[in-house]
Nanobody, 123 residues
Framework: QVQLVESGGGLVQAGGSLRLSCAAS????????MAWFRQAPGKEREFVSA????????DYADSVKGRFTISRDNVKNTVYLQMNSLKPEDTAVYYC????????????????WGKGTLVTVSS
């Protein structure tokens, strides 16, 4: 059974930083992408960032490029999202997800989702 457990959310002032973690267990494929999505109140869920199983491929939404960095620790089977220069518009529930694929497809359905962690950025 695949489990994705997010942590690290919280309240931060604009301009501050947070690091989200997503611990994965039970993955059955050797090639996959782990990704972060977010959903702000009253808005649709949107893609934030993704990283390949070996860390060699990454992708970012234009809105977070230069501010957010995705990384992974394969020993811990954990993916991180370092978020710097946070803005109030980054306020959302952040979800971790897995896509069983050797190529990242942003618009293809994810195989598994975590329950999310709330990030609130105050102005």
């Amino acid at each position: 059974q695949v489990q994705l457990v997010e942590s690290g959310g919280g309240l931060v002032q604009a301009g501050g930083s947070l690091r989200l973690s997503c611990a994965a267990s039970g993955l059955t494929q050797s090639r996959y992408f782990m990704a972060w999505f977010r959903q702000a109140p009253g808005k649709e869920r949107e893609f934030v960032s993704a990283i390949s199983w070996n860390g060699r491929a990454t992708d970012y939404a234009d809105s977070v490029k230069g501010r957010f960095t995705i990384s992974r620790d394969n020993v811990k089977n954990t993916v991180y999202l370092q978020m710097n220069s946070l803005k109030p518009e980054d306020t959302a529930v952040y979800y971790c997800a897995v896509q069983y694929s050797s190529t990242w497809y942003e618009n293809v359905a994810m195989n598994y989702w975590g329950k999310g962690t709330l990030v609130t950025v105050s102005s």
